[in-house]
Protein backbone atom coordinates (compact mmCIF):
# COMPACT_ATOMS: atom_id res chain seq x y z
CA UNK A 1 0.00 0.00 0.00
CA UNK A 2 1.26 3.39 -0.93
CA UNK A 3 1.05 6.65 0.91
CA UNK A 4 -0.58 9.07 -1.40
CA UNK A 5 -0.32 12.87 -1.55
CA UNK A 6 -3.94 14.31 -2.83
CA UNK A 7 -4.31 17.75 -3.45
CA UNK A 8 -7.65 19.53 -3.48
CA UNK A 9 -8.94 16.80 -1.69
CA UNK A 10 -12.36 19.25 -0.28
CA UNK A 11 -12.31 19.95 -4.21
CA UNK A 12 -15.23 17.43 -6.39
CA UNK A 13 -12.75 15.42 -8.16
CA UNK A 14 -9.84 15.52 -5.47
CA UNK A 15 -12.76 14.27 -2.91
CA UNK A 16 -14.03 11.29 -4.32
CA UNK A 17 -10.64 9.92 -5.55
CA UNK A 18 -9.41 10.33 -2.20
CA UNK A 19 -12.13 8.40 -0.60
CA UNK A 20 -11.16 5.71 -3.78
CA UNK A 21 -7.54 5.05 -2.41
CA UNK A 22 -8.92 5.04 1.61
CA UNK A 23 -11.14 1.93 0.10
CA UNK A 24 -8.76 0.22 -1.31
CA UNK A 25 -5.69 0.76 1.88
CA UNK A 26 -4.10 3.77 1.29
CA UNK A 27 -2.81 6.03 3.09
CA UNK A 28 -3.77 9.01 2.14
CA UNK A 29 -2.24 13.06 2.70
CA UNK A 30 -4.97 15.24 1.25
CA UNK A 31 -4.18 19.04 1.14
CA UNK A 32 -6.82 22.06 0.64
CA UNK A 33 -6.93 25.61 1.47
CA UNK A 34 -10.59 25.68 2.13
CA UNK A 35 -11.21 28.82 0.35
CA UNK A 36 -14.53 30.19 1.36
CA UNK A 37 -14.86 31.98 -1.61
CA UNK A 38 -15.93 29.22 -3.82
CA UNK A 39 -18.63 27.34 -2.17
CA UNK A 40 -17.04 27.26 1.12
CA UNK A 41 -20.24 25.15 2.76
CA UNK A 42 -19.85 22.25 0.14
CA UNK A 43 -15.54 22.39 0.64
CA UNK A 44 -16.26 22.39 4.45
CA UNK A 45 -18.51 19.16 4.18
CA UNK A 46 -16.12 17.31 2.05
CA UNK A 47 -12.99 18.11 4.20
CA UNK A 48 -15.16 17.35 7.49
CA UNK A 49 -16.50 13.69 5.86
CA UNK A 50 -12.89 13.01 4.86
CA UNK A 51 -11.46 13.49 8.48
CA UNK A 52 -13.49 10.75 9.37
CA UNK A 53 -12.26 8.36 7.03
CA UNK A 54 -9.51 6.12 8.93
CA UNK A 55 -6.57 6.39 6.86
CA UNK A 56 -6.33 9.94 6.05
CA UNK A 57 -4.29 13.23 6.96
CA UNK A 58 -6.08 16.36 6.21
CA UNK A 59 -3.90 19.25 5.54
CA UNK A 60 -5.23 22.62 4.87
CA UNK A 61 -2.55 24.97 3.45
CA UNK A 62 -2.84 26.74 0.44
CA UNK A 63 -0.05 24.72 -2.47
CA UNK A 64 1.24 28.53 -3.36
CA UNK A 65 3.35 29.15 -0.43
CA UNK A 66 6.48 27.23 -1.76
CA UNK A 67 8.08 26.57 1.43
CA UNK A 68 4.91 25.38 3.36
CA UNK A 69 4.46 22.95 0.32
CA UNK A 70 8.52 21.99 0.32
CA UNK A 71 7.66 21.29 4.35
CA UNK A 72 4.32 19.00 3.46
CA UNK A 73 6.75 17.39 0.94
CA UNK A 74 9.53 16.85 3.29
CA UNK A 75 7.49 15.39 6.32
CA UNK A 76 4.95 12.92 4.50
CA UNK A 77 7.67 11.51 1.83
CA UNK A 78 4.60 10.33 -0.79
CA UNK A 79 5.23 7.63 -2.83
CA UNK A 80 2.66 9.52 -5.32
CA UNK A 81 1.10 12.26 -5.60
CA UNK A 82 -2.10 13.53 -7.69
CA UNK A 83 -2.32 16.97 -7.96
CA UNK A 84 -6.18 17.88 -8.67
CA UNK A 85 -6.14 21.33 -6.80
CA UNK A 86 -6.82 24.45 -8.82
CA UNK A 87 -9.45 27.51 -9.58
CA UNK A 88 -11.53 25.80 -12.09
CA UNK A 89 -14.05 27.50 -14.18
CA UNK A 90 -13.56 29.81 -17.24
CA UNK A 91 -16.13 32.43 -16.64
CA UNK A 92 -14.88 33.24 -13.29
CA UNK A 93 -10.90 33.58 -14.59
CA UNK A 94 -12.26 36.34 -16.62
CA UNK A 95 -13.12 38.64 -13.44
CA UNK A 96 -10.26 37.11 -11.32
CA UNK A 97 -7.32 36.50 -13.44
CA UNK A 98 -4.47 36.69 -10.42
CA UNK A 99 -6.42 34.18 -8.28
CA UNK A 100 -6.14 31.67 -11.28
CA UNK A 101 -2.34 32.43 -11.85
CA UNK A 102 -1.42 32.29 -8.13
CA UNK A 103 -3.70 28.67 -7.77
CA UNK A 104 -3.12 26.95 -11.02
CA UNK A 105 0.50 28.32 -12.26
CA UNK A 106 2.14 28.78 -9.00
CA UNK A 107 0.32 26.27 -6.94
CA UNK A 108 1.30 23.59 -9.81
CA UNK A 109 4.92 24.72 -10.00
CA UNK A 110 5.52 24.24 -6.04
CA UNK A 111 4.14 20.95 -6.09
CA UNK A 112 6.43 19.94 -9.20
CA UNK A 113 9.39 21.59 -7.22
CA UNK A 114 8.91 20.03 -3.76
CA UNK A 115 8.19 16.51 -5.97
CA UNK A 116 11.58 17.36 -7.30
CA UNK A 117 13.40 17.45 -3.90
CA UNK A 118 11.66 14.85 -2.14
CA UNK A 119 11.95 11.66 -3.54
CA UNK A 120 10.63 12.45 -7.00
CA UNK A 121 7.35 10.76 -6.98
CA UNK A 122 5.39 9.70 -9.78
CA UNK A 123 3.25 13.25 -10.32
CA UNK A 124 -0.82 12.86 -12.02
CA UNK A 125 -2.04 16.47 -12.71
CA UNK A 126 -5.49 17.72 -13.96
CA UNK A 127 -5.76 19.38 -16.91
CA UNK A 128 -8.42 20.41 -18.64
CA UNK A 129 -10.33 20.32 -21.86
CA UNK A 130 -10.49 23.80 -22.20
CA UNK A 131 -6.60 24.05 -23.77
CA UNK A 132 -7.88 23.00 -27.17
CA UNK A 133 -9.71 26.09 -27.30
CA UNK A 134 -12.54 26.68 -29.91
CA UNK A 135 -10.62 23.96 -32.74
CA UNK A 136 -13.13 22.49 -34.80
CA UNK A 137 -11.19 19.82 -35.57
CA UNK A 138 -13.34 16.88 -34.01
CA UNK A 139 -13.05 15.04 -31.54
CA UNK A 140 -9.69 16.16 -30.15
CA UNK A 141 -6.72 14.09 -29.80
CA UNK A 142 -3.58 14.83 -27.31
CA UNK A 143 -1.49 15.45 -30.68
CA UNK A 144 -3.28 18.24 -31.64
CA UNK A 145 -2.47 21.67 -31.40
CA UNK A 146 -3.19 23.94 -28.04
CA UNK A 147 -1.84 26.71 -27.70
CA UNK A 148 -4.90 29.05 -28.44
CA UNK A 149 -7.03 29.20 -25.30
CA UNK A 150 -9.57 31.32 -25.27
CA UNK A 151 -9.76 32.03 -21.82
CA UNK A 152 -7.46 32.79 -18.95
CA UNK A 153 -8.57 29.44 -16.88
CA UNK A 154 -7.39 27.35 -19.96
CA UNK A 155 -3.76 29.22 -20.12
CA UNK A 156 -2.86 28.08 -16.88
CA UNK A 157 -3.99 24.81 -17.54
CA UNK A 158 -1.51 24.83 -20.31
CA UNK A 159 1.00 26.44 -18.65
CA UNK A 160 0.78 23.75 -15.95
CA UNK A 161 1.28 20.79 -19.02
CA UNK A 162 4.41 22.52 -20.31
CA UNK A 163 5.91 23.30 -16.94
CA UNK A 164 5.42 19.33 -16.21
CA UNK A 165 6.93 18.00 -18.84
CA UNK A 166 10.03 20.52 -17.85
CA UNK A 167 10.34 19.13 -15.23
CA UNK A 168 10.19 15.66 -16.83
CA UNK A 169 12.81 16.70 -19.23
CA UNK A 170 15.40 18.43 -16.89
CA UNK A 171 14.70 16.55 -13.62
CA UNK A 172 13.87 12.89 -14.56
CA UNK A 173 10.30 13.55 -13.19
CA UNK A 174 7.90 11.28 -14.36
CA UNK A 175 4.14 13.43 -15.44
CA UNK A 176 1.11 12.48 -16.29
CA UNK A 177 -1.26 14.98 -17.62
CA UNK A 178 -5.07 14.44 -17.89
CA UNK A 179 -7.21 16.66 -19.80
CA UNK A 180 -10.92 16.61 -18.28
CA UNK A 181 -13.68 16.30 -20.28
CA UNK A 182 -17.08 18.68 -18.07
CA UNK A 183 -16.60 16.05 -15.07
CA UNK A 184 -19.93 15.84 -13.17
CA UNK A 185 -21.67 13.35 -10.63
CA UNK A 186 -22.81 13.61 -7.11
CA UNK A 187 -21.15 16.08 -4.58
CA UNK A 188 -20.16 18.25 -7.93
CA UNK A 189 -19.63 22.09 -8.53
CA UNK A 190 -22.21 24.11 -8.20
CA UNK A 191 -21.17 25.93 -11.24
CA UNK A 192 -21.59 23.39 -13.97
CA UNK A 193 -25.01 22.77 -16.00
CA UNK A 194 -25.76 19.41 -14.36
CA UNK A 195 -25.98 21.22 -10.72
CA UNK A 196 -27.37 24.27 -12.05
CA UNK A 197 -30.58 22.96 -14.23
CA UNK A 198 -31.34 20.14 -10.90
CA UNK A 199 -31.44 23.54 -8.82
CA UNK A 200 -33.31 25.40 -11.25
CA UNK A 201 -36.21 22.40 -12.04
CA UNK A 202 -36.04 22.18 -8.02
CA UNK A 203 -37.55 25.50 -7.32
CA UNK A 204 -39.64 25.99 -10.85
CA UNK A 205 -36.99 28.69 -11.87
CA UNK A 206 -36.49 29.18 -15.57
CA UNK A 207 -33.03 26.84 -16.68
CA UNK A 208 -30.53 29.00 -18.37
CA UNK A 209 -29.57 27.50 -21.46
CA UNK A 210 -26.07 29.70 -23.06
CA UNK A 211 -26.57 29.72 -26.52
CA UNK A 212 -29.96 28.25 -26.85
CA UNK A 213 -28.71 25.41 -25.91
CA UNK A 214 -26.89 24.12 -28.88
CA UNK A 215 -23.99 23.58 -26.81
CA UNK A 216 -21.90 19.92 -26.55
CA UNK A 217 -20.14 18.68 -23.81
CA UNK A 218 -18.90 15.48 -23.47
CA UNK A 219 -20.16 15.07 -20.44
CA UNK A 220 -17.80 12.53 -18.23
CA UNK A 221 -19.04 10.81 -14.81
CA UNK A 222 -16.67 11.40 -11.81
CA UNK A 223 -16.33 7.54 -11.25
CA UNK A 224 -14.92 7.54 -14.39
CA UNK A 225 -12.38 9.72 -13.74
CA UNK A 226 -11.49 8.45 -10.70
CA UNK A 227 -10.59 5.20 -12.48
CA UNK A 228 -8.22 6.89 -15.23
CA UNK A 229 -6.58 8.96 -12.09
CA UNK A 230 -5.78 5.43 -10.55
CA UNK A 231 -4.94 3.81 -13.72
CA UNK A 232 -2.18 6.66 -13.94
CA UNK A 233 -1.04 6.38 -10.95
CA UNK A 234 -0.24 3.09 -10.60
CA UNK A 235 0.71 1.63 -14.04
CA UNK A 236 4.00 0.73 -14.07
CA UNK A 237 5.02 1.58 -18.17
CA UNK A 238 4.82 5.23 -17.52
CA UNK A 239 8.49 7.10 -17.81
CA UNK A 240 9.07 11.05 -18.18
CA UNK A 241 5.81 13.09 -19.49
CA UNK A 242 2.57 12.02 -21.11
CA UNK A 243 -0.50 13.54 -21.40
CA UNK A 244 -3.96 11.73 -21.72
CA UNK A 245 -7.51 12.94 -22.45
CA UNK A 246 -10.19 11.75 -20.01
CA UNK A 247 -13.73 11.71 -21.39
CA UNK A 248 -16.59 9.98 -22.74
CA UNK A 249 -16.14 10.00 -26.22
CA UNK A 250 -19.79 10.84 -26.75
CA UNK A 251 -20.25 14.79 -27.12
CA UNK A 252 -24.36 15.72 -26.05
CA UNK A 253 -26.24 19.33 -26.13
CA UNK A 254 -27.42 20.80 -22.83
CA UNK A 255 -30.81 19.97 -24.07
CA UNK A 256 -30.74 16.73 -23.90
CA UNK A 257 -28.88 17.18 -20.51
CA UNK A 258 -32.04 19.04 -19.19
CA UNK A 259 -34.22 16.30 -21.00
CA UNK A 260 -32.63 13.69 -18.57
CA UNK A 261 -32.61 15.64 -15.44
CA UNK A 262 -36.16 16.16 -16.20
CA UNK A 263 -36.99 12.41 -16.15
CA UNK A 264 -34.66 11.53 -13.36
CA UNK A 265 -36.07 14.27 -11.06
CA UNK A 266 -39.55 13.91 -12.70
CA UNK A 267 -40.01 17.50 -13.09
CA UNK A 268 -40.32 19.67 -16.18
CA UNK A 269 -38.29 22.52 -16.87
CA UNK A 270 -38.65 26.12 -17.82
CA UNK A 271 -36.40 26.86 -20.32
CA UNK A 272 -34.19 30.44 -20.77
CA UNK A 273 -32.63 30.51 -24.29
CA UNK A 274 -29.99 33.19 -23.48
CA UNK A 275 -26.39 33.88 -25.77
CA UNK A 276 -23.46 32.67 -25.13
CA UNK A 277 -20.44 33.65 -22.45
CA UNK A 278 -17.54 34.83 -23.06
CA UNK A 279 -14.90 32.06 -23.11
CA UNK A 280 -16.96 29.61 -23.76
CA UNK A 281 -16.44 27.11 -26.41
CA UNK A 282 -19.40 25.71 -29.48
CA UNK A 283 -18.78 22.10 -28.47
CA UNK A 284 -16.14 19.74 -26.51
CA UNK A 285 -15.37 16.10 -28.06
CA UNK A 286 -12.41 13.53 -26.30
CA UNK A 287 -10.60 10.86 -28.41
CA UNK A 288 -9.72 9.20 -25.49
CA UNK A 289 -7.96 6.23 -27.28
CA UNK A 290 -4.22 6.93 -26.04
CA UNK A 291 -5.45 6.43 -22.24
CA UNK A 292 -7.24 2.89 -23.46
CA UNK A 293 -4.05 2.17 -25.19
CA UNK A 294 -1.59 2.74 -22.53
CA UNK A 295 -3.58 1.63 -19.31
CA UNK A 296 -6.28 -0.51 -21.11
CA UNK A 297 -9.02 1.81 -19.48
CA UNK A 298 -12.12 4.19 -20.89
CA UNK A 299 -14.93 5.22 -19.31
CA UNK A 300 -17.95 3.06 -18.86
CA UNK A 301 -20.93 5.25 -17.52
CA UNK A 302 -23.60 6.41 -19.70
CA UNK A 303 -24.94 9.99 -20.10
CA UNK A 304 -28.55 8.77 -18.24
CA UNK A 305 -26.93 6.65 -15.92
CA UNK A 306 -24.30 9.47 -14.47
CA UNK A 307 -27.04 12.28 -14.56
CA UNK A 308 -29.79 9.50 -12.41
CA UNK A 309 -27.02 9.08 -10.29
CA UNK A 310 -26.39 12.83 -9.57
CA UNK A 311 -30.29 13.42 -9.42
CA UNK A 312 -30.51 10.45 -6.60
CA UNK A 313 -27.87 12.40 -4.63
CA UNK A 314 -29.32 16.31 -5.30
CA UNK A 315 -32.68 14.70 -4.05
CA UNK A 316 -31.40 12.98 -0.77
CA UNK A 317 -28.86 15.78 0.12
CA UNK A 318 -31.22 18.35 0.80
CA UNK A 319 -29.23 20.32 3.30
CA UNK A 320 -26.09 20.75 1.27
CA UNK A 321 -28.06 21.94 -1.89
CA UNK A 322 -29.49 24.60 0.35
CA UNK A 323 -26.27 25.55 2.06
CA UNK A 324 -24.98 26.38 -1.94
CA UNK A 325 -28.65 28.05 -2.59
CA UNK A 326 -27.79 30.56 0.41
CA UNK A 327 -23.99 30.92 -0.50
CA UNK A 328 -25.36 32.04 -3.91
CA UNK A 329 -27.43 34.77 -2.34
CA UNK A 330 -24.39 36.10 -0.11
CA UNK A 331 -21.88 38.25 -1.55
CA UNK A 332 -19.15 37.32 -3.11
CA UNK A 333 -16.47 36.14 -0.01
CA UNK A 334 -12.68 37.47 -0.79
CA UNK A 335 -10.64 34.36 -1.70
CA UNK A 336 -7.36 33.89 -0.80
Not at 45 to 68: F, I, K
Not at 238 to 246: K, L
Amino acid sequence: MATILVTGTAGFIGYHLALRLIADGHTVVGVDDLDPGTFGSLKAERHRRLLQAPGYTGVVQDLADVEATDALFATHRPDLVAHLAARTGVRASVEHPFRYERSNVLGTLAVLEAARRHGRPRVVYASSSSVYGDSTAMPWREDDRADSPVSLYAATKRAGELMATAYAATHGLCTVGLRFFTVYGPFGRPDMAVWTFAEAIASGEPVPLFDGGNMQRDFTFVEDVVEAVRAALFHPGFEGAGIFNVGAGAPQGLDTLLRLLEAAMGRPALRKLLPAQAGDVASTWADSSSLEAAVGFRPRVSLAEGVAAFARWFVDNPEIVQAVRAERAQPERPAR
